[in-house]
């Protein structure tokens, strides 16, 4: 079983970057998919990026593509989303989620466990 922990949430100002980190623990990490789903007031879950067990295939959202970054280390069990352009639509509570195998998936049902989220705040 994988156990998810974010960090690197905050406050920034539309056009700046933050980058989040999920560290994983249990020994599944480096045979299943990781990705970042967020979730802004009022609305419902939506998926962010995903990436392969191996790092070699990655998924974007079309609202995020171009200016996201998804990687992975799987000798230190971590997942990272680099996030640069930033706009203030992108102000949500943004979770890292493992898959139920090592492919990419865009659906949250296929994602087993999921971390306590991390808040990012983009003022305009």
């Known amino acids: 079983q994988v156990q998810l922990q974010e960090s690197g949430g905050g406050l920034v100002q539309a056009g700046g970057s933050l980058r989040l980190s999920c560290a994983a623990s249990?020994?599944?990490?480096?045979?299943?998919?990781m990705a970042w789903f967020r979730q802004a007031p009022g609305k419902e879950r939506e998926f962010v990026a995903a990436i392969s067990w191996s790092g070699g295939t990655t998924l974007y959202a079309d609202s995020v593509k171009g200016r996201f970054a998804i990687s992975r280390d799987n000798a230190k069990n971590t997942v990272s989303l680099q996030m640069n352009m930033l706009k203030p639509e992108d102000t949500a509570v943004y979770y890292c989620a493992s898959s139920v195998d090592g492919s990419v998936w865009s659906q949250a049902k296929f994602y087993g466990r999921w971390g306590q989220g991390a808040q990012v705040t983009v003022s305009s």
């Open positions: 249990g020994h599944t990490f480096s045979s299943v998919g």
